[in-house]
């Protein structure tokens, strides 16, 4: 499966560099992600997570409504393609402790996959394993 098939149906959330991280943050919830992407003028140039929050500006002791996000996000995030295959997602997030990862063609956002969608796609395709196994079991005719 490829990262595009996973994301089709993806409404991105991003935010602008100079949105203040109490905004960012309101969205975040409203929206019940953990990452956002940080563009600039279009172009991703950062992305900005829930441990950035807590790490950044939080215990950095910064005002939420009074600093920009694109001081305070991660610069110049990894990013997978399109058409990667999810197993170099899975390996990078593995990998690096990442649970968002921005998709991009060139540095053009394209969505976000998170280790929740891959989770709930791995999830669903279990489901349909087992319903096609019962479907067969159902309709195979009794040995006897």
Same mark, same amino acid.
């Given at each position: 499966?490829? %990262?595009?098939?996973? %994301? ?15 905004? *960012? ?7 019940? %992600?953990?990452?956002?992407? *940080? ?18 500006? *939080? ?20 990013? *997978? ?36 969608? %891959? ?26």
């Amino acid at each position: 499966m490829l %990262i595009c098939d996973l %994301i089709r149906n993806q409404a991105t959330i991003s935010a602008e560099a100079h949105q203040t991280v109490l905004e *960012v943050a309101s969205m975040m919830v409203e929206h019940n %992600i953990g990452a956002v992407p *940080v563009l600039q003028e279009g172009q991703l140039i950062g992305i900005f997570s829930e441990r950035d929050l807590m790490t950044r500006v *939080v215990v950095g002791g910064k005002d939420p409504a009074r600093t920009p996000v694109s001081q305070v996000m991660t610069e110049d995030p990894l990013t *997978v393609a399109p058409n990667d295959p999810l197993e170099t997602c899975m390996t990078l997030m593995k990998r690096h402790g990442f649970r968002h990862l921005p998709v991009c063609a060139g540095r053009e956002l394209k969505g976000v996959v998170s280790l929740r969608d %891959i989770l709930l796609h791995d999830l669903d395709e279990k489901d349909d394993e087992v319903r096609m196994m019962r479907a067969y079991l159902h309709s195979s005719p009794d040995a006897g």
